[in-house]
């Protein structure tokens, strides 16, 4: 009797954690799936805060928010190529550790020029590579 609560426990959290899972789009020749991630390293630097999103659409569009602004941009090249419009940010007074991590991540994020998925990371390239996993920011 107590493998049936232990099995329905085990696929209600299996079907919890599917729905975290970025989406494949339908881009073609594009193995980067869409859905939200969350920044978990800048550079050789780790990010232990996990207060850096950035959602990836289906027209291969960026939004997020950083430590204190929201942002977006249009992604002008077929992965794994990247290269991002003008980002479009909100002017939130940023300070301290949280605005030196938003300049420093706007910069490498605007500066990026590739991006690749592979073993559920998401790694978008350039002078400073940004890396991600699957899953929201905090606040």
């Given at each position: 009797?107590?493998?049936?609560p ?5 696929f209600?959290?299996t ?5 975290c ?20 390293g800048i550079?050789?630097d780790?990010?232990?805060?996990r ?15 950083a ?7 249009a992604q ?6 990247f ?36 073993g ?5 390239q350039?002078?400073?590579y ?10």
């Open positions: 009797m107590t493998r049936i232990m099995i329905s426990a085990a209600a959290a079907l919890g954690l599917a729905a899972e970025p989406a494949t789009p339908d881009v073609p020749g594009s193995n980067i799936p869409t859905g939200a991630y969350v920044l978990v550079g050789s780790t990010v232990p805060q207060n850096v999103g950035l959602t990836i659409e289906a027209d291969g569009s960026v939004s997020g928010r430590p204190c602004n929201s942002y977006s941009a002008n090249a077929e992965p794994p190529g290269a991002l419009g003008p980002l479009v940010t909100t002017k939130m007074a940023c300070s301290g550790r949280a605005g030196e991590l938003e300049s420093r991540y706007f910069q490498a994020l605007s500066a990026a020029d590739g991006i690749t998925f592979q559920g990371v998401l790694t978008i350039g002078p400073t940004l890396t991600y996993e699957p899953g929201q920011r905090k606040d």
